[in-house]
Structures are given as structure tokens and as C-alpha cells.
């Protein structure tokens, strides 16, 4: 994977996240304050116009910089947890040109724990991390039992949709959606769906 698969991912995260605009901002309207949708939008749109001006040679530049403008560009709790996510999987690649199965999952479990250094959120709080950590985990698993790239993105994708849904029945534990306590529960946790489209654009990537 090079640094122009990289860019597909970022184009496609921003159209999934166009596309799919309304239902994060219903899924936050829930649970939150109704803006996931718009702050993703916003900053997937400023990172594809930041790409589109700087042209980073690098896979890790290319990162660093997405996770940069989100940070610089999307408000609330997701710019700075998204925005250190992506920077920390750019930090971790460094100047490798050609990425392979196992060090995205190196970067991508690099990212994590980024998003939990920042947040502090464990498996079942209801956030972004409970898609996350399974995604991760799937594709550490696909790399290690030797499955072709494609395979490998598409088991992170599943474990990311899965890890979304199975957020509904929880408690937030941790965000705003915490300030409601037990009235959380039977909602998608809309940082957990963005995760899954993240990933699953990540396939999308994988398959062009
Ligand atoms: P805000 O809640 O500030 O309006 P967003 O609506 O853009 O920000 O993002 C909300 C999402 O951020 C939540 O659905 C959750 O997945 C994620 N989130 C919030 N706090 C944390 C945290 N401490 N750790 C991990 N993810 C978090
Ligand atoms: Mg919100
Ligand atoms: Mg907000």
C-alpha cells in the first residue's frame, strides 16, 4: 500500500462520511448534540483539500497532515481523538513507502492506543474504541494466519461494523453521551459508526 492508496482512503472516508452525514448526525442527535455528522464532514473535506494542496509523498505524511487538519478543523470530542489517531499511525510509518498488511496493523493498533491515551475510553464505554479494538485485532489476526491484503481489510471492516452494533445495548461511559446515564442504552454510539466507515473505506481502498 503507497502512498496514492492512502490518499483513495482519505477520498473515500470523505464520501462515505458525505454520504452518510445525516444518519451520524441522527445517531449523535440521540445520544448528543447532533453535530458528528457536520464535524466529520467538515474535516474529511479539509483533509482532502489539504492533500490536494500539499501533495505529501510519504504514506506518514500524508497521515500526519489528515490528522492535523482534523485537529485544526473539527470541533467537539472526535477532531482531537480522530485527529491523534491519524496522526499517530503517520508518526509510526514514517518514511516506509510501501506499506504492508502488518505494518498497517502496526499502525492502526498504533492509533488506538492514541485515542486511549487522549480519551481514557476501554472497551465498553460505548465510543469510537469499541470498533476500533476489534478492527485492530481482526486485522492482526488476518495478517498473522497470512491472508491476502483484500481479506485482511475486509475482516478489519466486518470487526468494525460489528463493534459499532454492538454498541446499542451499552452505557456510555465516557463523552456526552455519559451525561445521560442508563438513557443511552438501545442507541449506536455515533463515533462507532464512523469508526466502522472509516474502515470499511478502508476495504473500499483495497478493492480500487
Ligand atoms: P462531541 O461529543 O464533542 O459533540 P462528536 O459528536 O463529533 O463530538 O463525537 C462524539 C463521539 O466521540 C462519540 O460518539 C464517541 O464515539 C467519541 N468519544 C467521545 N469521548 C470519547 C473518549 N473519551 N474516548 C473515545 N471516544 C470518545
Ligand atoms: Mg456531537
Ligand atoms: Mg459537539
Known sequence: MNTQFFAAWIQEIASAVRAQRDHLTQLDAAIGDADHGANLDRGFAAAGEALAGASPQTPGALLVLVGSTLIRKVGGASGPLYGTAFREMGKLLGDTAEVSPGRLADALNAALSGVQRLGAAAEGD????????????????????GLKTEEALDAAAAAAEEGAKATIPLQARKGRASYLGPRSVGHEDPGAASTALILGALRAAGSR
Not at 137 to 144: H, Y
Open 126 to 145: 460505548k465510543t469510537m474504541v469499541d470498533a476500533l479494538a476489534p478492527a485492530v485485532r481482526a486485522l492482526a489476526r488476518a495478517v498473522q494466519e
